[in-house]
């Protein structure tokens, strides 16, 4: 996982109009927990953390740096945004320890172009995210999965994926990463037999085929409607 510093300060518990308050100044409310501590309320400032969800996504240790010297690594474990203006409103930082293992998802990414797409076959990508614990140092950005050699009607499992010894795999082994697959069989038109009943009805209006009549013939079985016949006695 990359690792970078931002600037963290502490703040008072308090209502909305304090929060609403420090939002305008141009910090994200938050809080930092973890195993060992107590939960303590920060607040950081909104354009270096903005700057670092964008060019390192999400993937990413965050030392938080306190006045005084002290220090203390995280990672986003959950943040909220306002839906309108799509903007930062809480964070919620955990504290880890580098020298302790740490569970997380890492993205999979395919490279390069099966070779079943040749035989007229798509690439199916079926997981997007891999379960992973490791030192948070060794755990990767993402994994890149070489589908080059998938061939159609193959596929590339968990188990088949090599992330060294010092990564464990959580994910199900089981699980399919990859496949190439034949593509959606389209529907053809089903073409209508002209039967002799249809035969005969075209017969009798000109310019009629048989065929389109078959089409709007009523289905076998359909009772005949039945009402008064015309100049029917009262």
């Known amino acids: 996982m990359q690792r970078v510093a931002i600037d963290a300060s502490p703040r008072e518990s308090g209502k909305h109009g304090k929060l609403s308050a420090l939002r305008r100044k141009g ?97 199916e990508h079926s997981l997007y995210e891999l379960e992973v614990e490791a030192l948070p140092l060794d755990i990767p950005d993402y994994l890149e999965v070489d589908v080059s050699e998938l061939a159609l009607k193959h596929s590339i499992h968990v188990a088949d994926l090599k992330l060294g010894d010092k990564i464990r795999i959580l994910t199900s082994d089981s699980a399919t990463v990859f496949s190439v697959v034949a593509p959606a069989a389209e529907e053809v038109p089903v073409a209508v037999e002209p039967t002799a009943e249809a035969a005969a009805a075209a017969a009798a209006v000109p310019g009629a085929t048989p065929a389109a009549v078959a089409t709007t013939a009523a289905p076998a079985g359909t009772p ?7 100049n029917a006695p009262k």
């Not at 504290?95 to 172009?113: E, F, N, S, Y």
């Not at 005949?224 to 015309?230: D, F, L, Q, R």
């Open 27 to 123: 910090f994200i409310p938050g809080v930092v927990y973890g195993r060992g501590m107590s939960a303590e309320s920060v607040a950081v400032p909104v354009r270096a953390f903005e700057r670092i969800r964008r060019t390192m996504g999400e993937s990413v240790i965050i030392d938080l740096q306190f006045e005084g010297g002290r220090t203390l690594a995280t990672i986003v474990q959950e943040h909220q945004m306002n839906p309108i203006r799509d903007t930062y409103t809480h964070v919620d930082f955990l504290a880890i320890a580098l020298d302790q293992p740490l569970t997380t998802k890492i993205a999979v990414r395919p490279v390069g172009t099966p070779i079943g797409l040749k035989e007229g076959g798509v690439l």
């Open 224 to 230: 005949t409607p039945v009402g008064p016949a015309k």
